[in-house]
């Protein structure tokens, strides 16, 4: 697994850095590939709130700055850990400059998992930082919560400490299909699932659900129009499998049918439903009223079990 962690400490060997030297330390033992960026030593401008990255470049952020190392990191990262002390109850201000300029690739391809390192001198005082943890990326971009570890006072670099996060380091496992959400497709009394991908275009629809689309069986698909999302155009691909989900350029599409003749077609897949699943789209009326929903395999919520491995 590829993980990277951005350091967001100005103290090259402060607390923060030890907690985070400890926890690659047990990821590297495991046979984990970690990248560290030590977010404060690099040159991170703010969000110009340009939109560049969405309507003129897609993925693409304007400014030519330090982001440019972190972006591709991140794109062959499955898992994100945010390390930082605590200032005036959030995240520093070097590693939140970092965090906005995420907003560029919007949905990073692989990431599947998430943790949070704290270190403070009072207790207490996390609850800034734990928010922007939980609502920006648990439930922004649907990863794994792999826990919060937060050291405060006396407690820092404290070998008891060190210890516990190099054992959590070292207890990661690799991704696999636990960690897969979802679409859940119901028509009437038929109810289907289909695993979602890690494109931008599913990413994306992820955070749109639940909603109704209505559609019209053409003989090869049942296409419904949908308010257009975000998409890489350079994810979509050459023609269809039987039982593709695509969604994109203002349709939702079921492709049931037409694999052998899909060729001269571009298409956004963003799921697949199984040859059963898929037999009974077919089955369904010429014209249909689908609900979507996302069925996720873990919950992030206040009272999830991240709070579970702290110091």
């Known amino acids: 697994m590829k993980i990277v ?3 967001g400490s100005p103290r090259p060997h402060g607390n923060t850095a030890a907690m985070v030297a400890a926890y690659r330390e047990g990821a590297e033992s495991a046979g984990h590939d970690v990248t560290v960026f030590d977010v404060c030593r690099m040159r991170i401008a703010g969000c110009l709130a340009c939109e560049h990255c969405h309507a003129k470049t897609p993925r693409s952020c304007v400014q030519r700055d330090d982001m440019q190392r972190i972006y591709p990191a991140l794109d062959e990262a499955d898992m994100l850990v945010l390390a930082s002390p605590v200032y005036y109850h959030g995240l520093s201000g070097q590693l939140k400059c970092a965090i906005d300029r995420i907003y560029a690739p919007s949905y990073p391809r ?21 928010y ?8 922004w971009l649907h990863l794994e919560d792999m826990g919060i570890f937060t050291a405060a006072g006396t407690d820092n670099k404290s070998p008891q ?15 696999n299909e636990r960690n897969v959400a979802n679409l859940v497709i119901r ?3 038929v109810e289907v699932r289909a695993p979602l991908n890690n494109t931008q275009a599913a990413r994306d629809l992820k955070n749109r659900l639940p909603l109704t689309v209505t559609g019209t069986d053409s003989g090869i698909d049942y296409c419904c129009e949908l308010k257009e999302g975000t998409f890489d155009e350079k994810e979509k691909q050459q023609g269809w499998s039987d039982g593709d989900v695509s969604v994109a350029d203002g349709w939702f599409a079921i492709l049931h049918s037409g694999q052998a003749e899909s060729q001269r077609h571009r298409v956004m897949v963003v799921a697949h ?39």
């Open 132 to 139: 922007t943890y939980r609502h920006s990326f648990l439930g």
């Open 273 to 311: 439903l199984n040859k059963e699943s898929n037999e009974r789209m077919r089955a369904l009326p010429k014209n249909v009223t689908f609900e979507l929903s996302l069925e996720e395999p873990y919950v992030c919520n206040p009272t999830s079990k991240s709070e579970g491995v702290q110091s």
């Open 5 to 7: 962690i951005l350091n």
């Open 187 to 189: 028509a009437g009394e």
């Open 161 to 175: 400490l060190l210890e516990r996060l190099r054992m959590a380091g070292a207890a990661l496992a690799d991704p």
């Open 110 to 130: 692989r990431l599947t998992k998430a943790a949070l390192i704290l270190s403070s001198g009072s207790d207490c005082v996390y609850d800034g930082a734990i």
